[in-house]
């Protein structure tokens, strides 16, 4: 994923800003801050995608200070707290100020939504996850239906050398096969499980698209052909009652990966987002009580019982 995400940016000149969504996965975030902002002197600005009004302005305020914003990242959901944006409503706004909409599609996969019927131009994948969907491949892909950003991307990808191997590329293709059916089970079992999250005396609050609870629902209803799988809610308690949690774990496994047939779990604040920087991370509320889940295709049952004895001892502790 982080080699398309790389590919995207060597569309831009040098002066040039993008307009990322502020929550956004910790890889790219770090990519954007620590590389492509010194590195290429490229401005990159976060920023939340709710009020497209702040983004017009962000917009705006680039052009005034000779940086022309040329490239709107978005990912709906969000990784990791699961936020919803308009993909048909940014991609106007994107056209009508002349840049290009990218969007981390990687939560949702193919199989349940499709930005490009949306108005994006670009679409990134990280192939690593649901496409390939069992662990064993590091992959990403950009997808377009434009022809001259589809031969400008494959100028970049020969130059820069982002070319998968063969079996890598025959081992994704294998995933993309039980994609649908993998998909389907996954969201099957992720929205029970926060159903039952939702209700759970050691959770504070859950968030997951599927639940009428969520901010936006009805977006998440519109714009997407399922739900999916991932799932982020809050432990009772602190750093100490998650860490618990995840200790007493028996199921699902503790790694920062996702999208797999195997359920993962993982605490964004020390993992996957730890390269946040601490003021932003208090902003979008990672705090040390999140975790995620990743849901995979195992017996939910199973699933929910592994995951109710660990909330259990966590509770135990306080």
């Not at 079992?189 to 926060?194: E, H, R, V």
């Not at 902003?283 to 109710?308: A, F, N, T, Y």
Request: proline share 4%.
């Amino acid at each position: 994923g982080s080699a398309a995400t790389s590919a995207v940016v060597h569309l831009l000149d040098h002066s040039s800003a993008i307009i990322c969504i502020d929550d956004v996965y910790g890889g790219t975030q770090r990519y954007f801050r620590r590389i492509v902002n010194p590195s290429m002197n490229i401005a990159v600005e976060f920023v939340d995608f709710d009020d497209t009004t702040v983004v017009q302005e962000l917009i705006a305020s680039c052009e005034a200070s000779n940086r022309s914003a040329k490239l709107l990242w978005l990912e709906t959901p969000t990784n990791p707290t699961l936020k919803i944006s308009d993909i048909h409503q940014i991609a106007k706004l994107a056209h009508a100020n002349g840049c290009l909409l990218a969007v981390d599609n990687t939560f949702c996969s193919p199989y349940f939504q499709s930005p490009l019927e949306l108005g994006a131009d670009l679409v990134v994948h990280s192939v690593t996850k649901y496409i390939n969907g069992h662990s064993d491949v590091v992959m990403g892909i950009v997808c377009t239906n434009d022809d001259d950003l589809y031969a400008r991307l494959k100028f970049i990808q020969n130059g820069v050398g982002a070319v998968p191997s063969p079996f890598d590329c025959f081992l994704a293709h294998r995933g993309l096969k039980t994609l649908h059916v993998r998909m389907e089970a996954s969201a099957r079992n992720a929205f029970a499980i926060a159903l039952f999250l939702e209700q759970h005396r050691g959770v504070k609050k859950t968030l997951y698209p599927g639940l009428p609870s969520h901010p936006q629902h009805e977006l998440a209803k519109k714009q997407q052909h399922g739900f999916g799988a991932m799932i982020t809610f809050y432990c009772v308690g602190g750093k100490e009652q998650a860490s618990i949690f995840l200790q007493n774990l028996k199921v699902f496994a503790l790694a920062e990966s996702l999208g797999a047939v195997e359920s993962l779990a993982e605490s964004p604040s020390l993992m996957t987002h730890a390269s946040v920087p601490d003021d932003q991370k208090a902003k979008l509320h990672i705090d040390d009580s999140l975790i995620r889940l990743s849901v995979g295709i195992e017996s939910c049952q199973d699933l929910i019982c592994d995951l109710d004895s660990a909330l259990e001892a966590a509770i135990a502790t306080m």
